[in-house]
Structure formats: C-alpha cells, structure tokens
C-alpha cells in the first residue's frame, strides 16, 4: 500500500511570496489533515477534511493560508504571501474511515521563508 | 484546547539500556493515546498507541502504560539499539483529533 506522498519537499522563497504544497493521501482515506511542525515542536494542526469538506480549520491562520481538497483526494495548501515565521515543516496525513484514530504521516515539505 | 506535557526533552541512553518518555495531560475527554517515532527528514511514524479501556500494551521491545486516574502514559523502550535513535512523539486523541507533545530526542550511544 502506498504512503501518503507530498511535493515538493524542500521550498525556499523570499518573504511576501507565494508557495503551494501538494498531498495526496493514501488511498480510499476519507480524512486528511495539514499540520504545521516547527523546528523543535510537535505537529500542530492546521486543517482537517472529511472528504471534500472541512471539518476543523480553527488553527489556520485564513488571512495568508488557505487549502482545498477538490474531489475529496488531493490536497493543495497554500501561503500567500509568506512570512519568516511560516518556515516549518509542513506534513500531510490520512487516516480511514474505520480507523479514524491512526492518522498516517508524508515525509513533509520543508519551507524556508527569507 | 487540550495540552499534553512530555518529558525528557532530550535523553540519552546506553545501548541495551532502557528508555522511559512520559506524557501529561489534563483533559478527561482524550481516549486514544499514540507514540509516534520521527527520523530526519521524515515524517512521524505511528509505533504504538493505546486506548482508554487498556493500561498497558507491549509490542516486542516497545510498551505503552497508560495511567488515567493520574493522567499520564509513558513508553518503555527496551535493550534500545542504535537505529532507535529519533524524535518520539506522545499525542492524545479525541475522536479524530490528535494533540501532540514536543518531543523527546532520544539518542543511544553504542
């Protein structure tokens, strides 16, 4: 079974730019998450969908970020424009419908913002 | 929201020595209780979880207790080898959220 894949996996943009990540969950999971991990800390939650729809996006800062998952597969996460404080790694994960709990991990994006 | 207190920070251990991470908590609610392992450059890997009906679960050299009268849960690491070297995670689940604490670096020294 194939993992949850994420692209790119290494940005570096300049501040008050733009950037997109993308995910792809594994497959047949209805839930999808974005987290946001600084270094030295924890993921933190950023957006949660139940499919197509959004279920949690109370941590999502919707003044620059925003993310959709169209058609209830992908993902794309989007920043605009970046600040210093957005470099993080950003990770994607999926968990099933029945085994709602266990939430399966990408390898992340790590974004530098200059 | 909730908050989940995990410690050490860093830990450094002996090969064939064993490791304890311990994780706190205040919220009742939480009934799932996962470990996660990161290594560089990847993203965190599920290793062991437990639930709020079980205090303990053992999985060959790892093991999770789980205390929710005292609201804690720790994972033990036995005869820890070189390759168990990363960043653990504990989290706390409530439904389909998880919560998760700030890491322990584990290094094992051989």
């Known amino acids: 079974e194939a993992g949850v894949a994420q692209s790119p996996r290494y940005k570096i943009i300049e501040k008050r730019q733009s950037v997109a990540f993308w995910c792809n969950p594994i497959s047949g999971h209805a839930t999808l998450y974005w987290y946001q991990q600084i270094l030295g800390q924890g993921p933190k939650l950023l957006i949660q969908?139940?499919?197509?729809?959004?279920?949690?996006d109370s941590q999502l800062p919707k003044d620059r970020f925003s993310a959709e998952r169209l058609k209830g597969v992908d993902s794309t996460l989007k920043i605009q424009p970046a600040k210093l404080e957005d470099s993080a790694v950003y990770l994607c994960a999926s968990s099933s419908y029945h085994s709602y709990n266990e939430q399966f991990f990408g390898p992340g994006t790590r974004l530098t913002v200059l | 929201g909730e908050n989940v207190e995990q410690h050490p920070s860093t830990l450094s251990v002996q090969e064939g020595d064993s490791a304890v991470i311990k994780c706190t908590y205040s919220?009742?609610?939480?009934?799932?209780f996962p470990w996660y392992k990161q290594e560089l450059g990847k993203g965190p890997q599920l290793i062991i979880d437990i639930r709020s009906n079980v205090g303990e679960k053992k999985d060959q050299r790892i093991a999770v207790t789980l205390n929710k009268t005292a609201k804690h849960f720790s994972l033990h690491i036995t005869e820890t080898q070189p390759e168990d070297s990363a960043v653990y995670f504990c989290?706390?689940?409530?439904?389909?959220?998880?919560?998760f604490g700030a890491g322990t670096i584990l290094r094992v020294k051989s």
């Open positions: 969908f139940q499919n197509n729809g959004v279920v949690d």
């Open positions: 989290a706390l689940g409530e439904g389909n959220k998880l919560v």
């Open positions: 919220d009742s609610a939480s009934n799932y």
